[in-house]
């Protein structure tokens, strides 16, 4: 097999943990790079020991057409070699298919023995085309529970539990010798496709196994909990690993961004982190987000966001809010400004995430609740997880910390023997890069000591 060296060196760096007999090279460590996060990029010196970057999304239907039709609508959001150009020498590019609400080119694609083909020949022409060193599939979630439950309920999703593996090695087979990650899900009930009997088919098909080790409350839950704890991250890798997955194949994931949940009027939730209910967070009929919860990241203009303008006039369009000069003061019928910066009454407009620089607001001040729950927060050190009850929003924050990801990095990384980690997402943590940072530190940490045991 003739293959190039860039390739050939990602198979390496990919597949060399696989081998049970050989000793791990590198420990992985991966950032996701998300369109929505490229307003402030990392430093160079920042990105220096990243192993592989993700760049994402690719809709999942593009792939899904017949044979040779399938690559045409997809483009990078940035040109793949300026990517390249942001990390070390080396450093594997690849591009994630999917993503959170992007579930039906999988379903499409997966159905029968010829929609695989076609779709796993679109993905690698498509890798062709652009030069990735790898594929993700980021299928949230194959069998059911995605954001469209309420409308294709699981019930008609169970054949996915069968196809699933099946896509995955038509994947592997029409891209290699390039790599082949998947994103998988930290909840329990999310692991519909993840079963005893089809386990070693998905992991075999794979070279990564990235464990969405966050999230882990969501707003399908009635109470509070942390989304990223120490405690539950292990859960979520024990599970897989209990699946037979390799450890040397799983990635744990850390999230650059904080959640958020309203919680339940006039209950006092100061007591702890865990078990306070919360407000409905998600439409009980169709599955749409209430708007009561919420993430936000570590981002600059969200950790340290700048004072609104001070020579704000009345909108005269209704567009209001950061970015802006506007603000909907003034307007009789509409004097809210919303998180999206349009003016209005609403609860869209008034409640959650309402800019209180640019108008009146009657829900809960997020950003500013934000930036306290920075320095107000506790650790919770029995289930390695931070918090804040904010009480005059009647807020619940959860979010991670530097010292929680190093000891991530001991109690799981380390202690499971995993190959590596991944960080959802590289653009949100352009605060300090304090998050990257530490992750990067954990991680040459960790390769030094491998490689000093040989
Ligand atoms: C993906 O493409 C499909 C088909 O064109 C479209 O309906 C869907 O909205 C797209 N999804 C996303 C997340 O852009
Ligand atoms: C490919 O797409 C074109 C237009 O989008 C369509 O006319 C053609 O039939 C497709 N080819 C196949 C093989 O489906
Ligand atoms: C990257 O490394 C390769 C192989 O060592 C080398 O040939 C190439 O010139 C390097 N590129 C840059 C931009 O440093
Ligand atoms: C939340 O409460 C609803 C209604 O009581 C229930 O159907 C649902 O299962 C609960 N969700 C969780 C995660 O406990």
Request: glycine share 12%; hydrophobic share 40%; charged share 15%.
């Amino acid at each position: 097999m003739k293959i190039s060296s860039s390739v050939l060196a990602g198979a390496v760096a990919l597949g060399a943990a696989a081998d049970a007999k050989c000793a791990q090279q590198q420990m992985r460590n991966i950032v996701y790079f998300d369109q929505y996060h490229t307003a402030i990029l990392p430093p160079r010196e920042v990105t220096t020991g990243i192993t592989h970057v993700v760049m994402a999304f690719a809709n999942s239907s593009l792939f899904a057409a017949p044979a040779g039709n399938g690559s045409k609508g997809y483009e990078p959001f940035m040109d793949v070699s300026k990517v390249r150009a942001m990390f070390d020498n080396g450093t594997q590019v690849g591009v994630a298919i999917g993503g959170w609400g992007d579930t039906a080119g999988f379903s499409e694609g997966a159905k029968t023995e010829t929609s695989r083909k076609n779709y796993a020949k679109n993905v690698a022409t498509m890798a062709t085309k652009f030069g990735f060193d790898f594929i993700d599939c980021d299928w949230e979630y194959p069998g059911g529970n995605g954001a469209d439950y309420k409308q294709i309920p699981n019930s008609q999703k169970v054949d996915e539990i069968t196809t699933f593996p099946l896509l995955l090695q038509e994947i592997k087979t029409a891209i290699q010798p390039r790599g082949l990650s998947i994103a998988v899900p930290a909840k329990a009930g999310d692991m519909i496709a993840y079963t005893a009997e089809h386990a070693s088919a998905i992991f075999g098909a794979v070279d990564m196994v990235n464990v969405m080790s966050y999230d882990i409350i969501n707003r399908r839950d009635n109470a509070t909990a942390h989304h990223t704890d120490v405690v539950g991250s292990l859960r979520a890798v024990d599970a897989y690993l209990a699946l037979g997955c390799p450890a040397a194949k799983v990635n744990l994931g850390l999230a650059f961004y904080a959640k958020y949940f309203q919680t339940a009027k006039g209950v006092d939730c100061s007591g702890g982190p865990v078990g306070c209910p919360i407000l409905p967070a998600e439409n009980a009929t169709d599955g749409s987000d209430l708007g009561t919860s919420g993430a936000i990241t570590f981002e600059l203009a969200n950790v340290s966001p700048p004072p609104p303008p001070s020579n704000l006039t009345t909108s005269k369009d209704s567009s209001c809010g950061k970015g802006t000069f506007n603000t909907c003061s003034g307007l009789a019928d509409a004097g809210c400004c919303s998180q999206y910066g349009f003016c209005g009454a609403t609860p869209a407009h008034c409640g959650a995430g309402c800019q209180a620089g640019f108008g009146t607001c009657t829900g809960p001040q997020i950003g500013a609740s934000f930036v306290s729950a920075l320095k107000e927060s506790k650790t919770d050190e029995v289930l390695g997880g931070q918090w804040w009850w904010d009480a005059s929003n009647e807020l619940f924050w959860t979010l991670d910390t530097v010292p929680l990801i190093q000891r991530k990095f001991k109690d799981i990384v380390a202690a499971r023997g995993l190959g590596g980690v991944f960080a959802w997402s590289l653009g949100e943590d352009s605060y300090d890069w304090s998050h990257l940072k530490v992750m990067t530190a954990g991680v040459k940490g960790l390769s030094k000591k491998t490689s000093s045991k040989k």
